[in-house]
């Protein structure tokens, strides 16, 4: 599976939704994706590229888009 | 300048006289954006005899009883941008503060304790232990204050665990299991004072077991009423937790629900230390008068980060002293204050704990 498979499927299963709505997806922009669905989000990515995200980059994360970029700081070209 | 920029400033690197300015500025103008905004904080700043769209000096900055927020629904957006509605304390029949955060607002006082724990543990996340039931978040739309200290704090943990059951018991071979994984390494240790010494402190005393914490930083907040009528202190408080789990880093914090993240973080002197993202001001119990430093009074807190309600500027039910400015031996500049205790008459909340047996 590509990076961006992975990081699609992460997101699919979490905020239940299609390939089609991710793009579109902002922290704090659906019910699920809040505090605590960020923690978990968080969690999963950490586990499925084995990084560790820093604290100011967790919160850096603000949509589906920019955690591309985040992760990319990690050496995870999404794409 | 805005609360954006301020975000950009170290939290404890602003000059007082350029923080003056700056907070003079900001806060009139959302003074002004939120009389225009909430009728009843217009009101509230009429009869305070505040003056709309002028530049007012921070002290002129009209305050809210924190009170208010109980009595009444205090909201400066509309209300399909409130994105969550936090409460004071929900469980006992007191009544409760509400407090309503559209999206800036909640993203805002996550930076801005981000911003001020960064300078205390650092920027790596670190395995993370919750003194507390995983049942305070029950409701992800409605929480707690007690359920977004926790959630707040969430963001420095990378695996998370709580320690207590539903039952508030401690699952001591849980607690012990999730400490060997991380092996000796930085573990952050994060509940409510109460709870800590009642449930977690006192429970291990009671089993007479211990728990590797020796790397362990402890952050706890909340308020330490319940524990001065059981006669614990801060020195009680830390040497009972270095007793039972060899943690010497044990840091109180002051804050509130009706301003999050604006958090006054105990330094490794003993003093709660103010960041550059909020300000304090002593009031006179008598005529509101600000006090001289050194002088206990009624605490005012002010922060230009409460965009979405009129919270900027609030006079608490607390008191306290500024012990001074800019020279607190552990470098930090700013004010750094001690709270001493509660106004007589106020209403008896427990602090964001509301936690009853």
Redesign the interface.
């Known amino acids: 599976m590509s990076n961006l498979e992975t990081y699609n499927k992460i997101f699919r299963s979490m905020f239940r939704k299609t390939d089609e709505e991710l793009p579109a997806l902002k922290y704090r922009g659906i019910a699920l994706w809040d505090s605590i669905g960020h923690m978990d989000l968080m969690g999963e990515l950490e586990e499925a590229f084995d990084i560790r995200i820093d604290t100011q980059d967790v919160l850096d994360f603000t949509s589906y888009e920019k955690g591309k970029e985040v992760l990319g700081r990690y050496g995870v070209v999404i794409e | 300048m805005n609360y954006e920029d301020l975000l950009q400033i170290g939290p404890y690197e602003l000059g007082e006289e350029e923080k003056d300015r700056i907070y003079g500025e900001l806060l009139s103008r959302l003074t002004d954006r939120h009389r225009s905004r909430c009728e009843l904080y217009d009101r509230v700043c009429n009869l305070l005899g505040d003056l709309p769209g002028t530049t007012r000096t921070v002290e002129e900055i009209p305050m809210t009883p924190v009170s208010l927020f109980k009595q009444a629904d205090l909201c400066s957006v509309p209300a399909e941008e409130v994105?969550?509605t936090m409460t004071s304390s929900g469980t006992s029949g007191q009544k409760t503060s509400k407090i309503f955060l559209d999206?800036q607002t909640?993203?805002w006082q996550?930076?801005t304790l981000?911003r001020i724990?960064?300078d205390f543990i650092g920027?790596?996340?670190i395995p993370m232990l919750i003194v507390d039931s995983p049942n305070v978040?029950r409701d992800?739309?409605l929480f707690s204050a007690r359920g977004a200290g926790i959630?707040?704090f969430?963001?420095?943990?990378?695996k998370?665990r709580y320690a207590l059951t539903a039952d508030m018991e401690l699952d001591y071979d849980a607690v012990l299991e999730f400490l060997e994984t991380a092996a000796g390494g930085p573990v952050l240790v994060f509940g409510f004072t109460y709870i800590i010494w009642k449930h977690f402190y006192q429970a291990l005393a009671a089993l007479g077991k211990t728990l590797p914490l020796e790397n362990g930083f402890l952050i706890h907040g909340g308020g330490w009423k319940k524990l001065q009528n059981e006669a614990v202190s801060a020195d009680v408080f830390k040497k009972g937790l270095k007793n039972v789990c060899g943690i010497s880093k044990v840091r109180n914090y002051y804050g509130m629900a009706e301003q999050t993240g604006c958090i006054y973080m105990e330094c490794e002197c003993g003093s709660l230390h103010v960041s550059s993202y909020s300000d304090v001001r002593i009031r006179n119990m008598e005529d509101f008068s600000c006090c001289k430093n050194g002088t206990e009074g009624v605490i005012q807190v002010l922060t230009p980060m409460a965009w979405s309600y009129p919270g900027h500027s609030i006079l608490t039910e607390d008191k306290g002293t500024i012990l001074g400015v800019d020279d607190c031996p552990c470098g930090r500049k700013g004010k750094y204050i001690k709270i001493t205790g509660r106004i007589p008459k106020a209403e008896v909340r427990g602090c964001s704990d509301t936690y009853e047996e």
Do not use: P, V
């Open positions: 994105f969550k999206q909640a993203a996550q930076r981000e724990i960064r920027e790596r996340r978040l992800r739309n959630l707040g969430s963001i420095f943990g990378t998370r």
